[in-house]
């Protein structure tokens, strides 16, 4: 593989110092780890849901700057977490490139499926001005965040949102993305390429606008095999990094090829993110081991553990805490926090991780 750069650690001004989330990414030591949860604006907050109900289209409520601003806030208003990340879906990507994309009620997301070469060869390019209400989400958001909040936007990876692209809806083994992928290896790679320009033109714009942090999420990373694992997984996220970091050195990553498992260390020699996302199935006492010091660890909760509360998820909460003691961590989940969570279950965790307990 190519396009490998090293993780920077960035000279900072004095006042991003205040930030801890940052601090950790900039590999300097906080008194207890930084926390944020991915889906932590969500179904489970009353007041999304009551915002939710004012647009019936998905979408449509991720390009409406005003609601997608105060989304993104609300969990910062009620828990005081360490960094905002920025509403959106992964799939605003395809949908500026000019594929047919909606929400169906209940159903989850619906895609133009991509069939052939033909299909992926008339993919527009990328359109800037369709994803002009994310960037004015982030100008709203970065004026309103309290002063020691740091702000995070994202994308999904390639192999991820082309695994949405060919299937046209999200599936248990994304076993259409993989066929076409056999069958077809030069079109999907042409899909790839694709999505690899389009998302480093997407997060540099992201940063641009006034994100702090971006996170790449590979939420179907685990299903590949060996080879496959390192064409359409890794080399893409090296590529975008690489892209990324070309025109914003400084640039600070966080990747999440969720189900990684044992591919982690080799992933991250060749990605080279600031932070690694890891999943519920990672041990810590493992990735304690094998992760390279210098790269920050983040996660890895199960969201169900939190959605249970009591003796079980302290038990588990310090389970985390311990095994990364002596190294850079951020607290999180190891996927997204489930809809029936309740709210006092999310404010023991705040606690107990700022305890350090």
């Known amino acids: 593989m190519d396009c490998f750069v090293t993780a920077p650690r960035p ?3 004095k006042t991003e110092k205040t930030k801890p989330f940052l ?13 944020w949860l991915m889906r932590q604006a969500g179904r489970y907050l009353p007041e999304y849901r009551e915002l939710r109900a004012k647009s019936t289209n998905f979408l449509d409520f991720c390009y409406s700057p005003a609601l997608a601003a105060e989304v993104t806030l609300q969990p ?28 169906e009620a209940g159903e989850g997301p619906r895609l133009n499926p991509l069939t052939t070469a033909a299909d992926i060869e008339d993919l527009a390019e990328l359109s800037l001005d369709r994803l002009a209400p994310v960037f004015e989400t982030i100008d709203r958001v970065k004026g309103a965040l309290p002063a020691q ?7 999904g990876a390639p192999w991820t949102v082309a695994s949405y692209m060919i299937a046209g809806r999200g599936t248990p ?36 606008a006034g994100v702090e942090v971006v996170q790449i999420f590979d939420s179907w990373a685990g299903v590949l095999p060996t080879a496959e694992f390192e064409r359409w997984c890794a080399l893409p996220i090296a590529q975008i990094i690489a892209g990324v970091r ?6 600070r990553i966080i990747a999440f090829p969720r189900g990684a498992t044992t591919h982690l260390p080799q992933f991250i020699a060749h990605t080279h993110p600031n932070a690694i996302g890891l999943d519920t199935a990672v041990d810590p006492a493992w990735a304690a081991q ?8 983040q996660g890895h909760l199960d969201p169900l553990v939190l959605l249970a509360g ?10 985390i805490l311990s095994a990364y003691r002596e190294r850079g961590q951020i607290f999180n989940l190891g996927h997204g926090i489930l809809p029936e969570t309740p709210i006092a279950h999310v404010e023991a965790l705040i606690e107990q991780v700022r305890s350090g307990a």
Do not use: N
Request: proline share 6%.
């Open 11 to 13: 000279s900072l001004e």
């Open 23 to 35: 601090s950790v990414l900039d590999g300097r030591k906080t008194a207890t780890p930084p926390i």
């Open 76 to 103: 910062i208003r009620r828990f005081g977490f360490d960094a905002a990340i920025l509403f959106s879906d992964i799939l605003v990507i395809p949908d500026a490139l000019g594929q047919d994309v909606r929400f």
């Open 149 to 155: 909040t740091a702000f995070i936007g994202f994308c």
């Open 173 to 208: 083994d994304q076993a259409p993305a993989r066929l076409f992928a056999y069958r077809e290896p030069d079109a999907f790679q042409i899909l790839i390429d694709k999505l690899v320009e389009a998302s480093i033109v997407y997060l540099k714009a992201q940063i641009k």
């Open 246 to 251: 070309k025109d914003h050195p400084d640039a």
């Open 290 to 297: 094998e992760i390279p010091r210098e790269t920050v660890i």
């Open 310 to 319: 009591g003796k079980a998820q302290s038990a588990a909460v310090a389970r």
